[in-house]
Each structure stands twice: as C-alpha cells, then as structure tokens.
C-alpha cells in the first residue's frame, strides 16, 4: 500500500503542487477524466482574495492515474489570459486532491517534474528541494493545495485557507506551475484542459 501511494503522488502537481502526486510518465497516465462542471459564474471567494480584478476560470480537469482519481486542477487568472505567455500574467491555481498524499512526496515529485522542464543546477536541485520540502504539507482526501503566481515575483502556497509561505523566487515559481503549464510538461492533456477557456 505504501509502494502504491508514493507512486501516485504527483505535484503543485504545489504544490501549487503544486501539486502533483507520484506519479510516473504521461505515457502511462489517464487523463481522459470526465470535464468538471462549469463554474465560470461562480468564482470561490478564495480565489476573489487571491486575485486582483475579476477572477475568471481558464480550465479545469479531473486528474487520474490508471484508474485513481488524484486531484481536481483549476486554472484562475484576472486578465486577458494568453496560453502562450502564461508565464507572464498572474495566475491562481487549485488542487483539490481525492485521497492522503504524504507533503514529502509532493515536494519530490515536483522536483522531477521540473527537472523534466530542463536540467537543473545542482545548487537549484538543492535549494529548491529545501524549499518545497518545508512548505508543502501532508494532504488528505477533500483538501486542497492552491498556488498564488505572481510575474516576475514569485508565488504563495496556501493549504485550504492558511499560508504555507511565499516564495520569492521567479524562476522557482515558473517551473513550479510549469509542472501543469509549461510546453515541455509530461502531463500535455492536463495542460490542454486547464487552457481550454483562454480563447473564450
């Protein structure tokens, strides 16, 4: 069982992630989870707080793993959203995760996630895993991970309502949601869904 859990982390996604759980190549994962409802007119008062303007839902998706629902991806921003420069607009991100993942795997999953991107320097390997492992705690089934990204800034981690910490490093922040947002990303399909409403 506990073999079983730590493979279907993935990060975040944080984490956030951000964040996935553990899991392995998009090859080998099931995307194909039923779209959620539209809730475009229902903006959750979190993310209003989290963002300036009038939030507005990119996308959103039902994360699974060979049949194991892992978490409920939303895409927020309060601009004009531009898939191809994402990285530069602001940007609230939900996990809201279906079952216990351990902090601990998050963070590492995250971190092969955004080496996955591009290498990494071993001082980015060493610091960035420091600070993914103090901030992202263990999650249960029902509670969510959110990600506050800020261009050019940085980004916040929140669990349910409380903050985890900021994080003011740019390029941390960008391959963190690169995790879900990037090109480069293994988990294309969750992109694609979490970019569906840009056009709109």
Wanted: include cysteine.
């Amino acid at each position: 069982m506990t073999t079983r859990r730590a493979a279907l982390t993935h990060v975040m996604h944080a984490a956030l992630t951000t964040c996935a759980g553990g899991l392995s190549l998009a090859a080998h994962a099931d995307l194909a989870g039923k779209p959620q409802p539209d809730t475009r007119s229902t903006v959750p008062n979190f993310v209003r707080a989290l963002l300036r303007g009038t939030p507005r839902l990119i996308g959103q998706h039902r994360f699974t793993y060979w049949g194991f629902e892992v978490y409920d991806a939303s895409l927020w921003s309060s601009t004009a959203f531009a898939p191809d420069n994402w990285a530069m607009q602001p940007l609230v991100l939900e996990l809201r995760y279906l079952r216990d993942f351990k902090g601990a795997d998050i963070a590492q999953r995250s971190m092969e996630e955004m080496q996955g991107q591009r290498p990494l320097s071993a001082a980015q390997q060493q610091s960035w895993s420091g600070v993914l492992q103090s901030l992202l705690p263990n999650v249960r089934n029902g509670e969510r991970i959110t990600g506050v990204y800020a261009p050019d800034k940085g980004m916040q981690l929140l669990h349910q309502d409380r903050l985890l910490g900021e994080v003011p490093d740019a390029e941390l922040a960008k391959r963190f949601f690169g995790i879900w947002l990037a090109p480069e990303t293994s988990q294309r399909q969750l992109r694609q869904q979490l970019l569906a409403g840009a056009q709109q």
